[in-house]
């Protein structure tokens, strides 16, 4: 029986080079080798280069690894907000964060908007004493995604507040000002097409003088994965804890390939399949754009409307060997989502919307 | 270039049969799947049914999956903790999972001994109002372990009080009666030989009523990964966030693999293995056991002091493609550290002390 195609948006695809790596991590033993030894730095520092290289990510902005985006919300709140966070919440995802923030005992306000709405800056009144805005790039549930210069905007109202930016379902995609955005993180189920596993947190020196300001204060930081140890151990290419040493190969090795294909190919590649999936959508009759406003669609998690059932959808692909995402939650029958990634290409989203339109036109 | 075989303590050699599993996984997308669906359920289900099996474990209590055993370390402690837990320090993990009491604003008690000693459980006051035994089963850094009927002692003198047992570097080898211990916890890249980046929690119903209880009491209780929250999910057979599904996977094969070969043939083993690595240290002119205590020497980790230096150690096995654990920290010259986990055979440990023999008597 063939394999699947997933345009899932995550887990989804692995990227086409991981079977080849993962033969060179059995090779080379990296699921035997001490996480306190040389060739695990080795595999650290390459990682974090590629990553740097790939994201254009300054000295400023360190780069730390830890099990999950959802365990580095929890991060997040505990080490760089004593009180209050701001979350404009879009999404399932933005929502969850928010509620991570009460479940920890702060005091946080949130900015609430439908479901497949999004955010301008213009509208966002930011409190006096908030200590972080949480954004969410990319709603991987609704498909809604903010434009970098609105993010940027909601610095400017408060140029003290820590910006932080959940890019889970969009990085290396964007093209982030590192000097405007304190912190961004991302987990490599998505883009990099990676088992799921490990998520990544950049932060710059504010974040980690913010968690020692606190700790200073006696509060509660957390334990081995607050940013003093995160930070601590970093500078020896190293993490507190063992750590998921195979996705940290794999993802330097992903991200190198990314390198080599080039950014500006891959982001390239990225527009052209988005307009081609956007373009088919507005002509079907069964299907239609379901983020109405042009600018809040995102480029990497496509999602659209559907007048048939969304499992009706994926069996009309089963001949194909094709799975799309269904709709998330309420919106699991109504809705289909599409990852638009790097692991998928050019060709196999035109094979995709082939299908769909012979289909259901 | 042969490959090493590795007897370190973990990171470890992977299980034998893993490069197979990998293929599988592979073969079955199981990186690409969706952690909500009915694929991912039937794989937890799987791997908890097997660890079941493997380790005998009741209904009383359930199983849960984490990214690592340092984060269960922190989760017990926000879960099941409202002030004071006990910990019985006898090496360098069992004072980190006391220093995480400390950081996370407990009152915690310590109860130490020398590196290289264990506890006799008469020895032990545990206060009033303690609320938590912390003990560590299996300690890696110094080759101490302490019996299972020791560790029931200890719920005797103390019965209101949860028993958090550490056994990241013995599972699946010691035998636990469930009726005394609330909570074991491990992590897979010592005994399971998988890569590491997964920790598996087993609770009973009362670590799970002290957390309702601590939350009702309006203390938090941490997030994704709160006890409420992983029993919400699990028994859906899914997990809060999006876990490491290909080690989930994995652990599920290789804990299948130990059922066929049989618990009792893979307790045999590790007595032989671990009776040949003691008579030879015994006798050795280079080596001496590390723990003078009979009682108190690991079966899975064996701790020896060496004369000459374990990197010089580790030298002379290189033309034997063979690698042994450095001590730890302090001792990191002045000691090794051999794995006795089921991935080795007893052909190959017989192999490494042949080796040792012939460089160093």
Redesign the interface.
């Known amino acids: 029986m063939p ?2 195609l ?1 345009f ?1 948006v ?5 990227y086409p080079t ?2 080849a790596h ?1 033969q060179e991590a ?2 080379k ?7 306190r030894g040389k060739a695990f730095q080795d595999i650290f520092k390459n990682c974090v280069y590629q990553l740097r290289t790939l994201m254009n990510i300054p000295d400023t902005h360190h780069i730390f690894f830890l ?2 985006a ?2 580095i ?2 991060r997040i709140l505990q080490n760089c907000v004593d009180q209050k966070s701001l979350h404009l919440v879009n999404g399932s995802f933005s929502k969850r964060f928010y ?2 923030a009460v ?3 702060k005091t946080p306000e949130k900015i609430q908007t439908d479901f497949g709405k999004g955010f301008f800056a213009k509208d966002i009144a930011i409190p006096n004493t908030c200590e972080a805005i949480c954004v969410t790039q990319n709603e991987t549930s609704s498909g809604v995604c903010m434009p970098l210069n609105e993010i940027y905007l909601l610095k400017q109202k408060a140029p003290n507040a820590l910006l932080f930016v959940d890019s889970v379902s969009s990085v290396p995609y964007p093209d982030y000002d590192y000097k405007i955005v304190d912190s961004v993180f991302f ?1 490599v ?1 998505k883009c990099f097409g ?5 998520g990544v947190w950049i932060v710059n020196e504010k974040c980690i003088e913010k968690a020692n300001l606190l700790l200073a204060q006696k509060k ?1 930081i ?5 940013l003093p140890s995160l930070f601590g151990k970093a500078k020896d290419f190293q993490t ?8 940290i190969f794999l993802l330097g090795k992903v991200a190198e390939d990314m390198n080599n294909k080039g950014i500006q190919q891959l982001r390239k590649e990225t527009d052209t399949k988005a307009a081609m999936l956007y373009e088919y959508f507005n002509s079907s009759k069964n299907f239609s754009i379901a983020v109405s406003e042009p600018v809040h669609r995102s480029a990497t998690t496509i999602v659209a409307n559907t007048a048939i059932n969304a499992s009706e959808v994926n069996k009309k692909l089963e001949p194909y060997n094709m799975v799309v ?1 269904s709709g998330y939650s309420s919106y699991k029958e109504t809705q289909i989502r599409i990852a638009n990634f790097p692991a998928l290409s050019i060709e196999q989203t035109e094979k995709l919307i082939e299908a769909l339109k012979k289909e259901l036109q």
């Open positions: 394999q699947k997933y899932t995550g887990p989804s695809e692995l991981l079977p993962i059995l090779d033993k990296i699921g035997t080798i001490s996480h099990s999950s959802t365990e919300w929890e509620e991570f479940e920890l005992g987990s189920q990676l088992p799921a596993g490990l509660s957390g334990t081995y994965h607050s507190p804890e063992t750590p998921n040493v195979w996705n995402g």
